[in-house]
């Protein structure tokens, strides 16, 4: 018994923090809208890839639709909406899409503001 306790308190300790799986970008994107689509074609393929997809893996939902479980500071109004979220609370946000430059630089000082370290593995 002893040692069943002892190998589950080192399994515990040797996994991966958790945080990452916590933290997540979310899109709110709707039918229709051109910047969705203009981010799609800038953004979506390379985010995956990146340390900040890595870190906070992308989730889109339809903001004409049902809403994730996340607590938001503000309703989301328009599209797209980026919401950088940790533990299911809104940590950051973007709001429209202000083009392939800009974005980047807008998310990496939201992660900064909210702390989350980037994932700079692989």
């Not at 040797?14 to 229709?32: C, N, Q, R, V």
Request: with cysteine.
């Amino acid at each position: 018994m002893a040692l069943l306790k002892t190998l589950t308190v080192l399994l515990i300790a040797l996994a991966p923090y958790p945080a990452a799986a916590d933290t997540y970008l979310y899109m709110a994107e709707e039918d229709g809208c051109s910047w969705c689509a203009k981010w799609d074609d800038e953004i979506a393929h390379i985010y995956p890839k990146t340390a900040e997809g890595k870190t906070a893996p992308l989730k889109r939902f339809d903001l004409f639709s049902e809403t994730p479980d996340v607590t938001f500071k503000n309703r989301v109004r328009f599209t797209p909406t980026f919401v950088l979220v940790q533990n299911g609370v809104e940590v950051g946000r973007i709001e429209g899409y202000p083009g392939e430059d800009f974005f980047w630089s807008l998310l990496t000082m939201m992660f900064k503001r909210a702390n989350i370290p980037l994932d700079q593995t692989g």
